[in-house]
């Protein structure tokens, strides 16, 4: 048996806080709670008081939520994570649903990962780069014919990855508009709870019913080649409207929450709209700097030693991604935006076997739609001042709800 002294034990006492952080600075919308990187240059793992009462973790640092996330000793599990955000009013997270990955541990994730990685290699995203450019013009050409003011998010920034994911899944074309209409409506904040229960609803029957459709005559999309394996429809429906959902909000909020940081930062802006070939160190310094999936959640499922510290079998783990991307450690002078940087190595995809399966794909929209709204309008700005526009605060994927923006048309 292993005996330590109590001053270098890992159960040494750790800094307790009583919630989680989630203000962000006042008129800084992209840039961490002012708490989480203070706890962070203090301590990156410390004790948090969760809603329900249960005392966990919170870990800040990147070298710690990255060797957490690898970590297959902390489960990803929904049931087992007990929920970070403050006001939450319940005490159990219920399992993750038939085929969302995010929320299941090996073998199961394994099964479904297994089945899935050959359809997003990096070679077939980039096939798919005419197909986003010509999405974005057509979007870009119907923006500057309907003429300054638009919303940014309805005109261009949800529907370029959702016609995307509906081209991946075979949405047909005439059911591609009510596809992405309830898609947007599940996060709509003008939706009542009652209508976004329905337009779920609605989705999940429109999911069903395009398996059947691609048993019955299969076409050139994932789901098609999916009705391949052991698959049922039930587990082929699940992966659906989860691959729907995570390739659908996550990068229409990138598009939109990008486009208002380099509004706000013109200067980068006018680099990227200058310089094509910025795109690819762009994109990836805007996925750390605004680390839009910002909190994750793990449950150790036995005892884990980490940073001189003891997490019990049982205890839940909160994981800032935000506060990771900014950590100071990893990234020199991480608060500023440096569409230069080469910013390898961020979380912003997560990391471990939970990585981002459609990383390539969000890449490859956003190395297209970013640029091209910039060369198209390089006088782009916002329509109204930045304190207006409305932000997606309490949801787990932060963005913007609206981005009114405009520009100066050419004399006729």
């Known amino acids: 048996m292993r005996h330590e002294h109590p001053a270098h034990s890992p159960e040494r006492t750790a800094q307790e806080v009583t919630a989680l952080p989630v203000d962000r600075p006042a008129g800084c919308p992209f840039d961490p709670p002012t708490e989480l990187a203070a706890l962070r240059d203090r301590q990156p793992l410390v004790r948090m008081r969760y809603p329900d009462g249960h005392l966990g973790w919170l870990?800040?640092?990147?070298?710690?939520?990255?060797?957490?996330?690898?970590?297959?000793?902390?489960?990803?599990?929904?049931?087992?994570?007990?929920?970070?955000?403050?006001?939450?009013?319940?005490?159990?997270?219920?399992?993750?649903?038939?085929?969302?990955?995010?929320?299941?541990?090996?073998?199961?994730?394994?099964?479904?990962?297994?089945?899935?990685?050959?359809?997003?290699?990096?070679?077939?995203?980039?096939?798919?780069?005419?197909?986003v450019e010509q999405i974005t013009t057509e979007h870009l050409d119907a923006m500057e014919r309907h003429g300054p003011v638009v919303d940014l998010v309805e005109a261009y920034a949800h529907p370029v990855p959702a016609l995307m994911i509906c081209e991946l899944l075979g949405v047909p074309e005439a059911d591609r508009e009510a596809f992405t209409w309830r898609a947007a409506?599940?996060?709509?904040?003008?939706s009542t709870p009652a209508q976004q229960m329905a337009a779920m609803t609605e989705l999940g029957e429109t999911v069903q019913e395009l398996v059947r459709a691609k048993r019955a005559a299969p076409t050139e999309d994932i789901l098609s080649d999916l009705t391949t394996t052991d698959l049922s429809d039930a587990e082929l429906a699940g992966l659906g409207g989860f691959l729907l959902a995570a390739g659908l909000d996550t990068t229409a909020n990138m598009i939109g929450l990008g486009t208002f940081a380099l509004l706000s930062h013109p200067g980068q802006a006018a680099a990227l709209g200058a310089?094509?070939?910025?795109?690819?160190?762009?994109?990836?310094?805007?996925?750390?700097?605004?680390?839009?999936?910002?909190?994750?959640?793990?449950?150790?499922?036995?005892?884990?030693?980490?940073?001189?510290?003891?997490?019990?079998?049982?205890?839940?783990?909160?994981?800032?991604?935000?506060?990771?991307?900014?950590?100071?450690?990893?990234?020199?002078?991480?608060?500023?935006?440096?569409?230069?940087?080469?910013?390898?190595?961020?979380?912003?995809?997560?990391?471990?076997?939970h990585q981002c399966l459609g990383q390539q794909l969000a890449r490859v929209e956003l190395r297209v739609a970013l640029p091209a709204l910039f060369t198209r309008f390089p006088d782009l700005r916002l329509a109204v001042p930045p304190g207006e526009v409305p932000l997606r605060t309490g949801m787990n994927i932060y963005g913007v709800h609206r981005l009114p923006v405009t520009w100066d048309e050419e004399p006729a």
């Open 59 to 131: 870990a800040t640092g990147h070298s710690t939520v990255r060797a957490i996330a690898a970590d297959p000793r902390f489960s990803a599990r929904y049931e087992l994570m007990h929920y970070p955000f403050p006001g939450a009013d319940f005490t159990e997270i219920p399992p993750a649903p038939l085929g969302d990955l995010t929320g299941i541990d090996p073998p199961e994730h394994t099964r479904y990962r297994r089945l899935l990685a050959g359809k997003f290699t990096v070679r077939r995203m980039r096939e798919l780069t005419a197909r």
């Open 185 to 190: 409506a599940i996060t709509d904040p003008a």
């Open 275 to 353: 310089d094509p070939e910025l795109a690819d160190q762009a994109v990836e310094e805007l996925l750390r700097y605004l680390s839009i999936a910002h909190t994750g959640v793990r449950a150790a499922l036995e005892d884990v030693e980490l940073d001189g510290h003891l997490i019990r079998a049982g205890e839940s783990v909160t994981l800032s991604i935000l506060a990771a991307d900014r950590d100071p450690a990893r990234f020199p002078d991480p608060d500023t935006l440096d569409l230069r940087r080469r910013a390898t190595g961020h979380l912003a995809f997560g990391h471990g076997i």
